[in-house]
Structures are given as C-alpha cells and as structure tokens.
C-alpha cells in the first residue's frame, strides 16, 4: 500500500468501502435515471465526492465542497449550452 493509500485511507475509508460505497450510489442513481449523459457524469461525480464524507473517521474538507461546487458548475453549464 503506498503512502497516498494509507493517507486517503485515514480520509476515506478504504478503497473497498468507499468504492464499493460509490458503486452503490452509482448504481442506485443509473438504475432510476435510466440512462448515463453528460449531465449523469456531473451527477455520479458528485456521488462519488459525497460517497467520501461517509467515512466515520474522516471529515469532509474544503476540496472535497468545491470539489462539487465545480461538478454543479460544470452540469449548470450543460444546461445553459
């Protein structure tokens, strides 16, 4: 396991949980949409940046909000093209 591993480990959780986490989410939000466009691709980005807060041990940090601040940007965007 490498350094940034363990260190998102801490954050995270582990890969098999928040992976799997993610999946889930994932899965959940394709299985009721029906379908995967752009604005689907903003969307799963922002599950998989939520998925990260779940972790227990972690906390949510200032990248990981602007991280979907940028995601409801970018969907906006798509919107308004």
């Known amino acids: 396991m490498s350094e940034l591993t363990e260190e998102r ?6 890969p098999m949980d928040n992976h799997g986490l993610t999946a889930a989410l994932w899965e959940a939000y ?11 691709v903003c969307m ?12 227990p041990d972690g906390e949510t940090t200032d990248d990981t909000l602007q991280d979907i601040q940028g ?3 970018n969907l906006l965007e798509i919107r308004n093209a």
């Not at 394709?30 to 752009?38: E, L, M, P, S, T």
């Not at 599950?47 to 990260?52: A, G, P, Y």
Request: charged share 30%; net charge positive.
């Open 44 to 55: 799963m980005n922002i599950l998989q940046k939520v998925s990260r807060t779940a972790n």
């Open 71 to 73: 995601y409801v940007d």
């Open 30 to 40: 394709v299985y009721r949409r029906g379908k995967i466009d752009r604005e689907a």
């Open 9 to 14: 480990g801490s954050e995270y959780g582990t």
